[in-house]
């Protein structure tokens, strides 16, 4: 039918047409062709419309219209669901804070916030290497076993392959699992799984399957070769119909929890590894909050240029925007909050409306997900349009983190680095005013 439609639309623009020879013999070949795909009749519709183009036919209409709307039709026949989108409509509910509002590490907030959930939801189960009797290596689960028994809060054997497998089975039978990937740097052992199984689910049956697994993991900097990685842009890549999120802190990671346990589709979580032993102060609705999935927060505003970043570098670049201040430079931060959906409202770039330049900075290797950030913003936002600087990346170098402090100062970005990335720009604008300093 589809075919028979192009034809009758090639005859009758050839009629009316100079190139009607041409037209024609696309009609002819679309034809007689052997066996057919829609892929020989958009092709063909395609070089008709290639023939047409510096040709004022009216009819030819006919055709651009038939091709955009079988576009769009084709897009969602071969090309939609996945993701569900239920994660999107999941109403924010901010922090709540009040003078009795403790503070304290890390560790013992997000330990607050999967006690609220498993209290809450009878369908949650957490396991993973050390999750169980252990309460994990950081002991955001500690004494969740003896409360909640071992069925729902246990150990596995090392295999990452095997945990998130059990995972992608559980959630497919109507639990809610949480399953432990130690570090992110384990990652990689279960990314085929994550790839190739569960990614793609939603996508490959049309929303007919659904496999809400959350899996939890930490990483970034902690100064130790396999444990100090931050290979986001591998993820990133491979696990399209995942989400990604990277919050810079416990009460963060803690609210995208309560927010994907009233969704349906599977997310990554990377925790900061470093800041378990960060102190902050508990919510009074730590198992009520939720963060939103694609939007990203300004954590110090400014008007001189636009820092961008996630995760455990949000303290570093913090920690840089106070030096530049002294220097005379305000420097906006962003954190990102969601690699996957990426700031879905356009914040970053309202943020270059008002300052011009941006530096994406990441623990990522050189092209790896500042990179992607770039691209987000630069070309699908079209931020290039309120540049005076060209944009500019800072990211981790391309081997992995070396050992200890020094590995880790000379490995990934710090604040003299980026000082000195953003300094660098703003002397390029007004050297009389930025002296150069070495």
Same mark, same amino acid.
């Given at each position: 039918?589809?075919?028979?439609?192009?034809?009758?639309?090639?005859?009758?623009?050839?009629?009316?047409?100079?190139?009607?020879?041409?037209?024609?013999?696309?009609?002819?070949?679309?034809?007689?062709?052997?066996?057919?795909?829609?892929?020989?009749?958009?092709?063909?519709?395609?070089?008709?419309?290639?023939?047409?183009?510096?040709?004022?036919?009216?009819?030819?209409?006919?055709?651009?219209?038939?091709?955009?709307?079988?576009?769009?039709?084709?897009?969602?026949?071969?090309?939609?669901?996945?993701?569900?989108?239920?994660?999107?409509?999941?109403?924010?509910?901010?922090?709540?804070?009040?003078?009795?509002?403790?503070?304290?590490?890390?560790?013992?907030?997000?330990?607050?916030?999967?006690?609220?959930?498993?209290?809450?939801?009878?369908?949650?189960?957490?396991?993973?290497?050390d %999750?169980? @009797?252990?309460?994990?290596?950081?002991? !955001? &689960?500690?004494?969740m076993?003896? $409360?909640?028994? /071992?069925?729902?809060?246990?150990?596995?054997?090392?295999?990452?392959?095997?945990?998130?497998?059990?995972?992608?089975?559980?959630?497919?039978?109507?639990?809610?699992?949480?399953?432990?990937?130690?570090?992110?740097?384990?990652?990689?052992?279960?990314?085929?799984?994550?790839?190739?199984?569960?990614a793609?689910?939603?996508?490959?049956?049309?929303?007919g399957?659904?496999?809400?697994?959350?899996?939890?993991?930490?990483?970034?900097?902690?100064?130790?070769?396999?444990?100090?990685?931050?290979p986001?842009?591998?993820?990133?890549?491979?696990?399209?119909?995942?989400?990604?999120? %990277?919050? @810079?802190?416990?009460?963060?990671?803690? !609210? &995208?929890?309560?927010?994907?346990? $009233?969704?349906? /589709?599977?997310?990554?979580?990377?925790?900061?590894?470093?800041?378990?032993?960060?102190?902050?102060k508990?919510?009074?609705?730590?198992?009520?909050?939720?963060v939103?999935?694609?939007?990203?927060?300004?954590?110090?505003?400014?008007?001189?240029?636009?820092?961008?970043?996630?995760?455990?570098?949000c303290?570093?670049?913090?920690?840089?925007?106070?030096?530049?201040?002294k220097?005379?430079?305000?420097?906006?931060?962003?954190?990102?909050?969601?690699?996957?959906?990426?700031?879905?409202?356009?914040?970053?770039?309202?943020?270059?409306?008002?300052?011009?330049?941006?530096?994406? %900075?990441?623990?990522?290797?050189?092209?790896g997900?500042t990179?992607?950030?770039?691209?987000?913003?630069?070309?699908?936002?079209?931020?290039?349009?309120?540049?005076?600087?060209?944009?500019?990346?800072?990211?981790?170098?391309?081997?992995?983190?070396?050992?200890?402090?020094?590995?880790?100062?000379?490995?990934?970005?710090?604040?003299?680095?980026?000082?000195?990335?953003?300094?660098?720009?703003?002397?390029?604008?007004?050297?009389?005013?930025?002296?150069?300093?070495?």
């Amino acid at each position: 039918e589809e075919r028979n439609q192009v034809m009758d639309m090639l005859d009758e623009i050839a009629s009316g047409s100079n190139h009607a020879s041409e037209l024609r013999d696309v009609r002819e070949r679309l034809a007689n062709l052997p066996s057919l795909t829609r892929r020989e009749i958009h092709t063909a519709a395609h070089e008709a419309l290639r023939i047409l183009r510096n040709e004022a036919n009216p009819t030819k209409q006919i055709l651009i219209q038939w091709k955009q709307e079988q576009d769009a039709l084709n897009l969602e026949r071969y090309g939609s669901h996945l993701y569900s989108g239920t994660a999107l409509k999941v109403e924010e509910i901010k922090p709540v804070y009040s003078e009795s509002s403790p503070t304290m590490f890390g560790f013992e907030v997000i330990n607050s916030a999967f006690d609220a959930a498993l209290r809450r939801e009878p369908r949650l189960v957490a396991f993973g290497e050390d %999750v169980g @009797r252990l309460g994990d290596v950081n002991q !955001g &689960f500690k004494g969740m076993q003896e $409360k909640y028994g /071992e069925l729902r809060v246990s150990d596995t054997g090392i295999r990452e392959s095997t945990i998130l497998g059990q995972a992608i089975g559980l959630a497919m039978r109507g639990l809610r699992p949480i399953a432990e990937i130690q570090y992110l740097d384990y990652v990689l052992y279960c990314l085929q799984t994550m790839s190739d199984d569960l990614a793609t689910l939603h996508w490959r049956t049309a929303g007919g399957q659904k496999a809400p697994v959350i899996i939890r993991t930490r990483g970034h900097r902690l100064e130790v070769v396999w444990h100090a990685g931050s290979p986001m842009a591998g993820i990133l890549n491979l696990v399209r119909g995942i989400h990604v999120l %990277v919050p @810079r802190d416990m009460t963060r990671a803690a !609210g &995208f929890y309560n927010t994907l346990l $009233k969704s349906d /589709e599977p997310a990554i979580v990377v925790e900061v590894l470093n800041g378990y032993r960060v102190k902050e102060k508990l919510p009074d609705n730590i198992g009520e909050m939720t963060v939103p999935l694609g939007v990203p927060e300004i954590i110090r505003a400014g008007k001189d240029i636009t820092v961008v970043t996630y995760g455990a570098c949000c303290r570093v670049v913090l920690d840089a925007a106070e030096k530049l201040s002294k220097a005379g430079i305000e420097a906006e931060v962003i954190d990102v909050q969601s690699l996957l959906p990426f700031d879905i409202h356009g914040r970053i770039v309202e943020s270059l409306k008002k300052t011009s330049r941006v530096l994406f %900075v990441d623990e990522d290797v050189p092209g790896g997900t500042t990179a992607y950030m770039l691209q987000e913003v630069i070309e699908k936002q079209g931020g290039y349009f309120h540049l005076d600087s060209p944009a500019r990346t800072l990211s981790g170098k391309a081997h992995r983190p070396a050992y200890g402090s020094d590995g880790d100062y000379w490995s990934k970005p710090n604040a003299e680095t980026v000082f000195d990335s953003v300094y660098e720009m703003m002397r390029e604008v007004n050297p009389a005013l930025y002296p150069e300093i070495y």
